[in-house]
T-cell receptor, first 115, second 116 residues
């Protein structure tokens, strides 16, 4: 079974430029999560999808961040414009369903560097 | 407010030593789940174990064991006879009952370095 796929693995951009990250969850997984991981910290949830619906985006900085999950499968996270403080690893995870007991499967992440 | 604390930022051991990674959590919920994840240099978090708040039995899986003590709000992880391949960052995480979406609250992680 293929794992969670993310691309690109690395991205270097200049501040004020836009950037987008893509995630393909495990087949059959209805719940998709985007996490932000700063250096030396644990991941923090940005947004959670149940199929196509964003059911928890309370931690997403909506002035510059946006996300979508068309057709309830792949998802894209976008930052426009990027700031220096956005340099971090962006992790995508998926689980079969939502629920506090569910094991989440993580992708390798996209490491963003904003210059 | 929920919180997970991993007080050990870095641990360095020599191969074959036993090592314990500490995790202390805070929650007002009576029903919650605790997790441990491993993050090797490749970056992908790997699930290790899940425990619910009603199950305080210790668990052993090969060289790994977990000690859950509700009385002290701790969920510690021990690696017996450590190996170089155990080198990684280990995260403890909490998921609470009110949060039906499975949001994980992670600790800051403990970086384990096992030297040959």
């Amino acid at each position: 079974e293929a794992g969670v796929v993310q691309s690109p693995r690395y991205k270097i951009i200049e501040k004020k430029q836009p950037v987008a990250f893509w995630c393909n969850p495990i087949s059959g997984h209805n719940t998709l999560y985007w996490y932000l991981q700063n250096l030396g910290q644990g991941p923090e949830l940005l947004i959670r999808y149940e199929n196509e619906e964003a059911v928890d985006d309370s931690q997403l900085p909506k002035d510059r961040f946006s996300a979508e999950r068309l057709k309830g499968v792949d998802s894209t996270l976008k930052i426009q414009p990027a700031e220096l403080g956005d340099s971090a690893v962006y992790l995508c995870a998926s689980s079969k369903t939502s629920g506090r007991w569910n094991e989440q499967f993580f992708g390798p992440g996209t490491r963003l560097t904003v210059l | 407010a929920q919180k997970v604390t991993q007080a050990q930022t870095e641990i360095s051991v020599v191969e074959k030593e036993d090592v314990t990674l500490d995790c202390v959590y805070e929650t007002r919920d009576t029903t919650y789940y605790l997790f441990w994840y491993k993050q090797p240099p490749s970056g992908e978090l790997v699930f290790l174990i899940r425990r619910n708040s009603f199950d305080e039995q210790n668990e052993i899986s090969g060289r790994y064991s977990w000690n859950f003590q509700k009385s002290t709000s701790s969920f510690n992880f021990t690696i017996t006879a450590s190996q170089v391949v155990d080198s990684a960052v280990y995260f403890c995480a909490l998921s609470e009952s009110y949060n039906q979406g499975g949001k994980l609250i992670f600790g800051q992680g403990t970086e384990l370095s096992v030297k040959p």
